[in-house]
């Protein structure tokens, strides 16, 4: 069922002030860059409820992404460290549910940090296709849909 | 509802990578479009248009933007919309253009990832909510905390403005660490000439309170709002009462007990003292850790000479609460004690320069007393041991600073041209001395100061030397300076009879308590951190607090009074509205729902969640719940990610619109 043109989909969760600017940067600074990530806006990566990166993956996504301000610039004083304290214990129940941890990725990039989040994104693609599309949701879907057919 | 699509090409800038008519004919087929259309340049005037006419003959209820970031353009396509008649919070910006025409260059992809943006932007404006900003009422009063160059500056700008200030100084009188020196740099005028007028215009002004030997306590509330508490130490001499006439500092038994704060450790004074002659106020202060009356409640002799009866040994501290709309921090620094340090400490300390071990080893401020008219010398460079004038002086550069295995990793800034002035005020005054400078660089950039370096060393023939100095010791009443020459690349030795250390400047003792009770940022050093360090230097990442001066990094006097200027005109920015406007992106409880577990409160940065107790007509209890202060909100959303059923929300990014942005991503 593998398919030849297949291009895996990363769903990326960025904080307003420090990520989302960074990625701004790399785009004004023309850094080029894989185009499979998309990026969805949050004011600080302490908004993100981790039923947002289950949903992602539910969703199709071979790949979750988050990134916010590096420990100690949080624009909203310590809301990173908060997400980072959630992601600690989260990452571990993500395997208990079946999904393989090692598709889920955390970064810090600043503002200024252009070439980095060009690097993460670029990195976080390539493992994703390595890592070949992630199926299991799916595939419990047609289960599901069979069994109540 | 009906949602609008506008597409920018934004010249070729979008246009090349993304095929941009593609994107509008995909948008129209999304579900609740009713309009797409793509243009060449859809910030300018005729684009604008086009998005409003389109809003108002297809009455449009949102407005999805594919162009630049956010960043940029947010703002224009708001207002743009807001003046067609649809809620500013109804529109939302789908990056193109730094998140995918510029960082592609496959058009195909490029193109697919652009209606994906677009989707997802239409999917969340669906579940956004018309807004009104939240408006908050701005308190026209200042506070400055710290009454040295910085904060008299500040203070006096924003009186002079026509506002209220209230000016806080923890020491007894106001004019910090410049009325310690003796002449300034570059131009060699004398620093309490200079001062001590405005000392004096603050305290004689009518729009400012000042508040001396008084420290702030408490800070709560917001930009525009702060309530703020302050510690009136007491005195026991009372100020209505006092007038100054010195009787009682002459007539003080107790006369070596002290040694004097502004002299460094130079001199003594009393128990009962102003700090300096020129103090402002001139009221004195009892130093209750060497007078006669608090150890045996014997002596009293101040009472007695007193013609005002201002003695008041019974007199308390006094807490004073004041409402204020800005605050601006001058708290200044202090120099690096390098004396050895204990073990257990971060920063090692120069045991081997011997400060505080020898007399005759003294730091920048101490030499500054020395060479000062109002010192303990009256001015005669004299070396502490036995007031002798020193024949041979060495001065060391950089004892902290720039040397991170031993102090700190930055430059103090002052300290090379402070040193040319100690140099050039030593061979003015001691013609047959011989002044030398170790030195690792001259950075003397600024108005006329490479010129001021250069004449300390061309006209009064003080000798440079680069290189650092290993070690200081005793010999035959002489200090031997052992150090290396690393131009000419040899030993150096020394025998000279004064040492003055450059020492490091470092924030204020309990700078970062300050700090975190005013719940602004600071460094790893100590020093308060600004939002952005070029574009908004002065101000803090908490609004209506602003810096001025050497709290916020190493500065001289021309550059702290420029930036207390610059933080007195961010206050009166603040005071030329009477209420503020801000984006109404705060969280929001969920009453009926809320079981009152208050995790949320426990994970706010801002205390901007309280208690809120329900209770029923009859006005009996039913529950307490979570209630978010919108003033104080931010708007992080921590409480919204934290909260265990789902009962605050933050509006503008609630869990219905970031679940149909992750699903307007899943395949369909």
């Known amino acids: 069922m593998e398919d030849k043109n297949w291009e895996p989909k990363v769903t990326a969760f960025v904080c307003n002030w420090c990520t989302y600017t960074g990625a701004d940067l790399a785009g004004t600074s023309r850094m080029k860059q894989q185009s499979n990530a998309r990026l969805i806006r949050v004011p600080c990566t302490g908004r993100i409820d981790p039923l947002f990166i289950i949903k992602a993956f539910e969703g199709g996504a071979d790949a979750v992404l988050i990134s916010g301000c590096h420990p100690g610039d949080c624009h909203y004083n310590s809301g990173n460290f908060h997400a980072r304290r959630r992601w600690i214990f989260f990452k571990e129940l993500l395997d208990f549910v079946g999904i393989d941890s090692k598709r889920l990725y955390f970064s810090w990039v600043s503002a200024s940090e252009g070439k980095k989040w060009v690097d993460i994104v670029n990195g976080v693609i390539d493992s994703a296709k390595s890592e070949g599309p992630f199926l299991k949701y799916k595939n419990l879907t047609k289960e599901i849909e069979l069994n109540n057919e | ?668």
């Open chain 2, 1 to 668: 509802m009906k949602i609008g699509v506008f597409i920018c090409h934004c010249g070729e800038n979008i246009g090349k990578t993304v095929d941009c008519p593609k994107v509008a004919r995909a948008s129209a087929l999304m579900p609740g479009v009713v309009y797409a259309e793509d243009y060449k340049y859809m910030c300018s005037d005729p684009g604008q248009n086009l998005i409003k006419q389109a809003i108002k003959e297809k009455e449009l209820d949102a407005v999805v933007v594919g162009s630049c970031s956010p960043h940029m353009h947010e703002k224009t396509f708001r207002k743009a919309c807001s003046s067609a008649g649809v809620n500013p919070f109804m529109v939302e910006i789908a990056n193109l253009r730094e998140h995918c025409s510029w960082i592609h260059n496959d058009i195909n992809s490029a193109t697919s990832k652009a209606i994906d943006l677009i989707r997802i932007a239409v999917e969340k404006v669906k579940f956004n909510e018309p807004l009104i900003p939240i408006r908050v009422p701005v308190t026209k009063k200042a506070l400055v905390i710290g009454g040295g160059i910085s904060g008299i500056q500040a203070a006096l700008d924003i009186a002079g403005a026509g506002y209220q200030v209230i000016l806080v100084e923890k020491e007894p009188s106001i004019g910090g660490h410049m009325s310690q020196l003796s002449e300034t740099f570059p131009t060699l005028d004398c620093s309490q000439c200079i001062l001590t007028p405005r000392m004096v215009e603050v305290y004689q002004h009518p729009n400012i309170k000042l508040m001396t030997y008084s420290e702030v306590q408490n800070v709560e509330g917001f930009i525009g709002n702060f309530k703020v508490t302050i510690r009136k130490k007491t005195r026991h001499v009372n100020e209505e009462l006092c007038t100054g006439c010195g009787d009682c500092i002459q007539k003080c038994p107790i006369k070596k007990n002290a040694s004097s704060e502004f002299d460094e450790g130079l001199a003594k004074r009393p128990a009962i003292y102003v700090p300096f002659p020129q103090a402002v106020p001139n009221i004195p202060v009892i130093d209750t850790s060497v007078c006669t009356y608090f150890k045996s409640g014997k002596c009293q002799m101040c009472v007695k000479v007193c013609g005002r009866g201002a003695i008041d040994f019974k007199q308390e501290d006094r807490l004073v609460e004041e409402e204020v709309g800005a605050i601006i921090i001058a708290t200044g620094y202090k120099l690096y004690s390098i004396d050895k340090k204990p073990d257990d400490y971060i920063y090692k300390g120069y045991g081997e320069y011997g400060y505080g071990q020898y007399k005759d080893v003294v730091n920048g401020l101490q030499f500054e007393r020395l060479a000062s008219a109002s010192g303990p010398t009256a001015g005669e460079i004299l070396r502490p041991s036995d007031k002798k004038p020193p024949k041979k002086i060495v001065f060391i550069q950089c004892v902290g600073s720039r040397d991170e295995s031993k102090g700190f990793s930055y430059c103090s800034k002052i300290c090379c041209m402070y040193t040319a002035k100690h140099a050039m005020l030593y061979k003015h005054k001691v013609h047959d001395g011989e002044a030398y400078v170790f030195y690792m660089d001259i950075r003397a950039g600024g108005k006329m100061y490479e010129e001021f370096v250069r004449r300390a060393i061309e006209e009064d023939g003080v000798k440079y030397i680069r290189g650092r100095v290993s070690r200081i010791y005793e010999d035959c009443g002489k200090l031997i300076i052992k150090g290396e020459d690393t131009i000419a690349g040899e030993a150096v030795e020394i025998d000279a009879d004064m040492v003055v250390l450059a020492t490091a400047m470092i924030p204020q003792e309990n700078a970062s308590q300050l700090a975190q009770l005013l719940g602004v940022p600071y460094d790893k050093h100590g020093f308060f951190q600004e939002v952005h360090p070029k574009l908004r230097p002065v101000e803090t990442s908490t609004g209506g607090i602003f810096l001025a001066g050497a709290c916020h990094s190493p500065r001289d006097i021309p550059e702290s009074v420029a930036m207390a200027s610059a933080a007195a005109a961010k206050a009166l920015v603040l005071f030329g509205s009477d209420v503020l406007e801000r984006e109404p992106v705060v969280a929001k409880v969920n009453e009926t729902t809320c079981a009152g577990c208050f995790y949320c409160q426990k994970v706010c940065a801002y205390s901007a969640i309280e208690r809120k107790v329900l209770k029923n007509r009859n006005g009996n209890f039913i529950k307490e719940v979570a209630y978010v202060n919108s003033s104080l909100c931010q708007g992080c959303g921590t409480c919204n990610a934290t909260c265990p059923s789902k009962s605050v929300e933050l509006i503008g990014f609630k869990d219905d619109q970031i679940f149909a942005e992750i699903l307007a991503l899943a395949e369909v």
